[in-house]
C-alpha cells in the first residue's frame, strides 16, 4: 500500500523549511502543480492545520486533506535534519513529514488506509532516530517500506 | 482563470470534506491510534474540531453570494458535492461532455449544463497536454 505512493520523486531529504508555513509550501511544491492548484491544496492543508496541528510529537507530522483540486492519492515524504517549528503536540520540532493528499472521491478508500499505515509507520519511527542518518533516496524509501511491512 | 467565487466555493468544498471526513468513524479510529488518545479524548477533540470547521464554513458563506450559497447547499443535498473538476472534459458528477469552450465562457463561475454543479477546470500538469 504505501510502497505505491512513496515514491523517489516526491521524496525532500533535506528540507529548507523553518516553520510551518514553510515546511507545507516545500512539500506541496514537489508536486509540481499549476499555481492555482498548488494554492488551492494550500489554502486546504493550513485548514487542516488550524484546526488542530498534524505534529504528533516526537518528530513526525502527518499534514493531510483532501481535495478537489486533485484527481489521485499523493504522499510527499519531507525530512528536515535541523527541525521545523509546526506547533507539534509536544512542543518539539518535526524532522520528518508525511504529507497526504487524496480526492474528495476515493472509492477504495486508498487514502484512509495510507492514513493508517502512516500512523501506524510513524509509531514505529519515532522510536528511532534512523531516518536522520539516511542520506541516499533509494536507501530511504526502502527503509521506510521495509518498517512499514514489519510486524 | 479562476475567479474569487469558484475559489471560495473550493475552499467551501474542501471544508465540508473535511467535515464528514472528521465526523467518520474510520478516522476517529485512526486519530486515536495517531495521537495515542482515549476515546473520550478523541470525542472531545472532535467536537471542538467540529465546531472550528463550522466557524470557518461560516466565514466563507459570508462571503460568497446568497443566490451561490444556496444553489451550493442544494447541490450537497441531491449529490453530496457541489463543486467537482472537469477532467478529459468530462464533469465529475455525471459525465456529461462540457467542451473547453464551454468552461471558457465569461462569468465568476459555470456550472454543468446536464447537473448544474459547479465546475472546476484543473490546468493541466506538468508533462500532461493541454
Redesign the interface.
Known sequence: MLKELLKKEHLILNMKARTKDEALEELVKVL??????ER?LL??LK??E???STG??RGIA?PH?????L?KVYLVVGRSKEGVDFDA?DGNPVHLFFMLAAP??DPG?QY?LA??KI??L??KLAKTKEYLEIDDPDEFINYLIKLSEEE | MMTKTLELLVNLQDLVNMEEEIKSDNYLTIMKEMLNLSDEEAEKRRQETLKVIKEKKRVIESQLPSDIVRMFKRLMKRYGRAVVPVVNEICLNCSSHIPTSYLTQPGEVIRCPNCGIFLYMPLPEQGQKK
Open positions: 509540481k502543480f499549476p499555481p492555482d492548484k488551492l489554502d486546504t485548514k487542516r488550524s484546526i488542530g504528533i510529537g502527518i486533506a483532501r481535495s478537489v483540486v484527481d503536540l474528495p472521491q478508500t484512509l492514513l493508517g500512523a501506524a510513524a509509531r
